[in-house]
Structures are given as structure tokens and as C-alpha cells.
């Protein structure tokens, strides 16, 4: 396993973990995570928390999940895939739906500014 894989492989952990936990407190979002996938909330196990995580990020297992050393990152903000709702890749980069949003505020805020000043 390489050094990148570790890190990644820490925070499906902790994705899982973090899953495991809200739903054994019964919260809302965490159930309709996991609604597709399992009905039986009160066996609810680490194990299946991490199928979760797997198939929310297109894998077909934890395995393949953690076995996976194909992530690419935000060239902007240099968050993983899995870190952002969306990523959108260029030639040689990529941007994820956080940072265009960011972007898209900052030119709106210019277009403004520049229709005030001919006002
Ligand atoms: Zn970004």
C-alpha cells in the first residue's frame, strides 16, 4: 500500500465510522443514506457502513474502495474526489464544484461592480 493510499484509506475510515455512529443515533440524513442499501437499522454494523461509503463512491466493495489508487484531486483547492460533490476535469486538471462556485461568486460580484460604476 503506498503513502498516498494510507491517507486515503484513513478517511474512508473515518467516513465509515462517522456513518456508523449517526446512524446508530438515528439521524435523519445518515438513514437515507443507508435506506437503499439496508433496511435493518437497529443491526446496523461497521462493515455495512463501509459498503455504504464504497458504493457512494462507485465501488462495488470496501476492497475495491480501499484498493483504489486512481483518485485525482482539485487542482485548486487540492481536495479529493471524494471530498466534493462534483469534480470536473480539464486537460491535466481538475475543479471541483466548491471552487466553481467560489469562482462564479467573484465574477458576479465584478459583473456588478462594473454596472455600478457606469450607473
Ligand atoms: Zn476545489
Redesign the pocket.
Known amino acids: 500500500m503506498s503513502a498516498i493510499n494510507k491517507i486515503h484509506v484513513a478517511k474512508f475510515k473515518d467516513k465509515a465510522k462517522s456513518l456508523h455512529r449517526a446512524v446508530k443515533a438515528n439521524d435523519a440524513t445518515a438513514l437515507r443514506r443507508i435506506a437503499p442499501y439496508f433496511n435493518n437499522v437497529s443491526e446496523f454494523k461497521l462493515t455495512q457502513a463501509q459498503l455504504v461509503i464504497a458504493r457512494e463512491l462507485r465501488c462495488s466493495s470496501w476492497r475495491e474502495l480501499v484498493s483504489n489508487d486512481d483518485w485525482v484531486q482539485?487542482s485548486?483547492?487540492k481536495?479529493w474526489q471524494y471530498e466534493?460533490k462534483n469534480l470536473v476535469a480539464g486537460p491535466d486538471v481538475y475543479?471541483?464544484d466548491?471552487?466553481i462556485e467560489f469562482c462564479s461568486g467573484i465574477i458576479r460580484d465584478n459583473l456588478d461592480d462594473g454596472q455600478h460604476a457606469h450607473a
Request: aromatic share 12%; glycine share 0%; charged share 20%.
Open positions: 482539485c485548486f483547492c481536495k466534493v475543479v471541483c466548491e471552487c
